[in-house]
């Protein structure tokens, strides 16, 4: 075995400051009561497509290894011990072995094990007696052959090919680890972990509640007594709670412009942040549904979108244009800006564009006098409602009539996964690293390929760039990726949003990240000067 020394340098470097006590500013006590936007159909991170629950239920938890919660890119070099006190790779970077921190107990006071390890991925990989109801991370873990044990602190990870950013998958905050000894539907209602807080309860479209681990591996670690979720649907609402002092925290990420100016009026010493998250708004398309089973059709509303628009008008300019990949330069690896508008769609005359998709609606058999009558699926949150309407707006300069189909949250990702839609606006993660996100959004078989588009070429190209370890080369691929995707017309993305997150001043610690909203929620180490 070759240790990557650099990894395991920094590594352990970063994780003396992280167990070590805490520093002579920080302060012990307080509930951090942080709002929560929507409800989350359960609590399992494991489970469902809604990132709700994987946000909030982070501190639950921990993983094998993680990014540093204070850095604003999940970086591979950023990439920190957790449970896993070390890592190795074999000489053919196709063997990836981690050395178990000991005295490590789950919440119910069971110790933890190397076998928990294998029963979390055995769970991800379907090939355990026990079944996830959602399992959505399959797809992400197909190169992974096995994962086998060496008594109770060692685990090794084989994969069928090497893949030097496979540490980023077990890295992200969805991909924490599970206890064998309870089972999957438990964890959707009282989920276990080893993390710095443990579960309370959760009450369905009121809050969630999290308690101080006071046992936990770190020491001197959490600070906070306890955080709370109160769920408040209604953005205005939670933003005259906030600045009345309900709670100390707005939901990360969930201000738009306008919303952010009606907190910074009203309370100026709140301390705010306006950040790219990571997602790309796109156009969800059910390519197997006539008329949309034609690509011309599909090509004439993709031709229609009018990016800069959307930005202006929904985010206030606060926006990135970009493909399937986040833009630089929060996003690591998506296209520039000069290439990107040689794209198919991407040039910048709408008016041109939009001529174009007329003609195409006028061979299909639509024009002034017969429109194409649709309906577009949205989320029942802000965000998407707006977008849905804004699209229909501009759909209607195609001679498509669109109608809005609000869905609540509940509802929304089972309608999409049955293809129970026509088009949709939707939010999609881009990274921090294209593995998983493109095997898993444009891979052929993918269980969240929700339109359902299968290229082989395209499958070939993913697994190219997944193999490839130099960035440059790298990068090539992955630009090849995105014109490809362009001109198949797949997921048209509209635009890469910025939202706001607001705190109050005695919130201390906190890291907003700029390509993930998963990967920065542990909050093990923030704390409250009040």
């Known amino acids: 075995m070759i240790r990557t020394i650099k990894h395991i340098a920094v590594a352990t470097a970063l994780s003396l400051a992280l167990i070590g006590g805490p520093a002579a500013a920080q302060k012990s006590g307080g509930v951090l009561r942080v709002h929560l936007w929507d409800s989350p159909p359960n609590m399992s991170v494991l489970e469902g497509v809604n990132p709700l629950g994987a946000r909030a239920l982070m501190p639950v938890f921990n993983n094998l290894v993680m990014f540093d919660q204070h850095a604003k890119q999940s970086r591979l070099d950023a990439i920190v011990p957790d449970l896993a006190a070390s890592w190795t790779w074999n000489e053919d970077g196709a063997e990836l072995t981690f050395r178990l921190r000991h005295g490590v107990k789950w919440h119910d006071g069971r110790p933890f094990t190397a076998n928990d390890v294998k029963c979390t991925w055995d769970l991800m990989l379907d090939t355990g007696p026990d079944k996830l109801r959602t399992n959505t991370r399959k797809f992400w873990y197909k190169n992974l052959e096995q994962v086998t044990t060496d008594g109770d602190d060692e685990v090794t990870f084989r994969l069928k090919r090497p893949q030097p950013a496979f540490l980023m998958l077990i890295a992200t905050g969805s991909s924490p680890i599970y206890p064998c000894h309870v089972p999957s539907a438990q964890m959707r209602q009282r989920p276990i972990g080893t993390g710095p807080f443990k579960f309370v309860e959760f009450k369905p479209n ?3 509640k999290l308690t101080r681990n006071p046992d936990y591996w770190k020491p001197g670690l959490p600070y906070l007594d306890g955080i709370e979720f109160p769920i408040i649907k209604n953005m205005s609402t939670a933003v005259l709670a906030f600045v009345s002092g309900k709670f100390d925290m707005i939901w990360p ?5 306008p919303l952010l100016k009606d907190v910074q009026s009203q309370m100026p010493q709140a301390i705010c942040e306006m950040t790219s998250d990571g997602i790309s708004g796109h156009l969800l398309v059910n390519r197997d549904k006539p008329p949309f089973d034609n690509p011309d059709l599909r090509r004439a509303i993709a031709l229609s979108l009018d990016r800069k628009a959307f930005i202006d008008i929904l985010d206030q300019g606060q926006g990135d244009i970009g493909g399937v990949l986040q833009p630089p330069p929060e996003g690591q690896w998506g296209m520039p800006a000069e290439l990107l508008k040689d794209l198919p769609g991407y040039d910048p005359d709408v008016a041109k564009n939009r001529a174009q998709a007329r003609q195409i609606m006028q061979k299909l058999g639509y024009g002034s006098t017969k429109s194409l009558p649709i309906k577009v699926s949205a989320r029942d949150l802000p965000p998407a409602r707006n977008a849905g309407a804004l ?8 001679n498509i009539a669109g109608e809005l189909d609000i869905i609540d949250t509940s509802l929304y990702y089972p309608k999409i996964l049955r293809k ?8 999609q993660i881009s990274g921090p690293d294209p593995d998983p996100m493109l095997d898993a959004l444009y891979g052929c078989g993918s269980s969240v390929n929700w339109d359902g ?4 070429e395209v499958d070939k190209m993913i697994e190219q760039q997944s193999m490839e370890g130099d960035a440059a080369r790298r990068k090539q691929i992955l630009w090849a990726i995105e014109r490809k ?3 198949d017309v797949v997921r048209p993305i509209i635009s890469y949003n910025r939202f706001a997150t607001c705190w109050q001043p005695y919130v201390k610690g906190a890291t907003m990240m700029v390509d993930s909203i998963f990967n920065g929620n542990r909050r093990e180490d923030w704390w409250l000067d009040n």
């Open 453 to 456: 588009y299968c290229n082989p």
């Open 485 to 487: 995707l362009a001109e």
């Open 420 to 427: 129970d839609f026509t088009v949709g606006v939707n939010g």
């Open 206 to 208: 009121e809050s969630v």
């Open 391 to 398: 699209l229909i707006d501009q759909l209607k300069q195609i």
């Open 253 to 257: 990420y969930s201000l738009t412009a």
